[in-house]
Nanobody, 121 residues
């Protein structure tokens, strides 16, 4: 019964900022990678950023230098700070966690419900 609760989306003007949050709860033994993905209407889901359990970060070229992913292992939470937003950043953003529910469990994938980000003047 793992759940990822996501929030922080909204409407913002070009050049503005938003911070997305996602917290995993339930029976969690360990979380490996956490990540953010996004999907715009009519487009495929796109990977945005990943942060490993050790804190290493990786970004899609389209957001590099503008977005920052972070996590708090104690809180099982991940954030995405989005700066210098552009209209093409508009999408539903989903958080992702690769985790084990108990010792020896397989690594399973969990997703947040998605939060809408709209960048428009």
């Amino acid at each position: 019964q793992v759940q990822l609760v996501e929030s922080g989306g909204g409407l913002v003007q070009p050049g503005g900022s938003l911070r997305l949050s996602c917290a995993a709860s339930g029976n969690i033994f360990s979380i490996n990678d956490m990540a953010w993905y996004r999907q715009a209407p009519g487009k495929q889901r796109e990977w945005v950023a990943t942060i490993t359990s050790g804190g290493s970060t990786f970004y899609a070229d389209s957001v590099k230098g503008r977005f920052t992913i972070s996590r708090d292992n104690a809180k099982n939470s991940v954030w995405l700070q989005m700066n210098s937003l552009r209209p093409e950043d508009s999408a539903v953003y989903y958080c992702f966690a690769d985790l084990q529910r108990w010792r020896g469990d397989i690594r399973r994938h969990y997703w947040g419900q998605g939060t809408q980000v709209t960048v428009s003047s």
